[in-house]
Nanobody, 120 residues
């Protein structure tokens, strides 16, 4: 059973910045992709950004230009730098890691979530 541990959330004023971190268990060679999702109260969980094994990134339109996803393969870490925060960015942010299965396919694991609250 893989384990993800997130950190870095908090309360910040509009226009501020935070850096979210997620530590993933297992070997980096077993990881296909890593990403961040968020879920605001009363809303569905939505993609924020993903980064593939090769380093290719995908961002939600709401994150483009303000958020940056990165990873450190040596530490099995994925980060989300969030800048120019807006009140509508308030949500629980979840780390997601997609692992290769031994006999084909993938398994997705989720962190416990870290709360980001942006005050106006």
């Amino acid at each position: 059973q893989e384990k993800l541990v997130e950190s870095g959330g908090g309360l910040v004023q509009a226009g501020g910045s935070l850096r979210l971190s997620c530590a993933a268990s297992g070997s980096i060679s077993s990881i296909a992709a890593m990403g961040w999702y968020r879920q605001a109260p009363g809303k569905q969980r939505e993609l924020v950004a993903t980064i593939s094994r090769s380093g290719s990134t995908i961002y939600a339109d709401s994150a483009k230009g303000r958020f940056t996803i990165s990873k450190d393969n040596a530490k099995n870490m994925v980060y989300l730098q969030v800048n120019s925060l807006k009140p509508e960015d308030t949500a629980a942010y979840y780390c997601n890691v997609r692992y290769y299965r031994a006999y084909g396919g993938f398994s997705d694991y989720w962190g416990q979530g870290t709360q980001v609250t942006v005050s106006s």
